[in-house]
Nanobody
Framework: QGQLVEAGGGLVQAGGSLRLSCAASLRPFSGYAMGWFRQAPGKEREFVAHISLSGGSTYYADSVKGRFTISRDNAKNTVYLQMNSLKPEDTAVYYC???????????WGQGTQVTVSS
């Protein structure tokens, strides 16, 4: 069983919303910064969003800023990615990651597919 398990992916029409979740078995969960990445077919994996240990700081890729929101619930050992105003170019496999900073991730989930139809 993985240490990070994503859920919530699926098929949605352009303009719609999805909420991804990532349940972590890493302990203590509050000791890890968390991030979301995505990889579209034929493209390299790219950064989407990051949240600090306490959730007090967040960072986003320019392509999702204003549409996506990352959050975490340390009591539930879960990180979320709320995705609004989805576009076909958001179609990708979305991965959850845990680490110690925005540039240092050591644990990865198996990914969840998000498909946005036009």
């Amino acid at each position: 069983q993985g240490q990070l398990v994503e859920a919530g992916g699926g098929l949605v029409q352009a303009g719609g919303s999805l909420r991804l979740s990532c349940a972590a078995s890493l302990r203590p969960f509050s000791g890890y910064a968390m991030g979301w990445f995505r990889q579209a077919p034929g493209k390299e994996r790219e950064f989407v969003a990051h949240i600090s240990l306490s959730g007090g700081s967040t960072y986003y890729a320019d392509s999702v800023k204003g549409r996506f929101t990352i959050s975490r619930d340390n009591a539930k050992n879960t990180v979320y990615l709320q995705m609004n105003s989805l576009k076909p170019e958001d179609t990708a496999v979305y991965y959850c990651a845990a680490g110690y900073s925005r540039v240092s991730y050591h644990h990865w989930g198996q990914g969840t597919q998000v498909t946005v139809s036009s």
